[in-house]
């Protein structure tokens, strides 16, 4: 099950670094120290496949791609019991993605 709190771990040709996601009922709901992450997912169980609108709350912070401001983020990846491994991909943007390693930290109540 995909559904619960991770920890987000990524990396890009710029710079590295880690926020939190809850993923919930078809949602994604997260962020880090200077972005939010709000966007949707579709998941098998095996593999997952999210959307991600990437939004800078703080101007003059450069993703770690390199990207300035906001910018939406296709996400394809594997589920290894509680590890997701995956790529991320700006749309619209010609420059390298993310290295992305998703660890559950908690389920979510029942």
Not at 33 to 48: A, L, R, W
Not at 51 to 80: C, K, Q, W
Not at 86 to 100: I, R, S
Request: aromatic share 8%.
């Amino acid at each position: 099950m995909v559904e619960g709190f991770w920890i987000v771990q990524y990396e890009g040709l710029k710079d590295h670094g880690g926020g939190v996601a809850v993923f919930i009922r078809g949602s994604v709901l997260g962020g880090d120290s200077g972005t939010t992450y709000i966007g949707t997912y579709q998941t098998d169980e095996k593999t997952i496949k999210a959307r991600i609108g990437i939004h800078n709350f703080l101007p003059g912070v450069v993703s770690a791609i390199g990207v300035e401001g906001d910018y939406d983020l296709e996400v394809m990846g594997t589920v290894e019991g509680d590890v997701i491994k995956a790529t991320g991909t700006p749309v619209g943007h010609q420059v390298a993605g993310l290295a992305l390693r998703l660890t559950r930290a908690a389920n979510l109540p029942a």
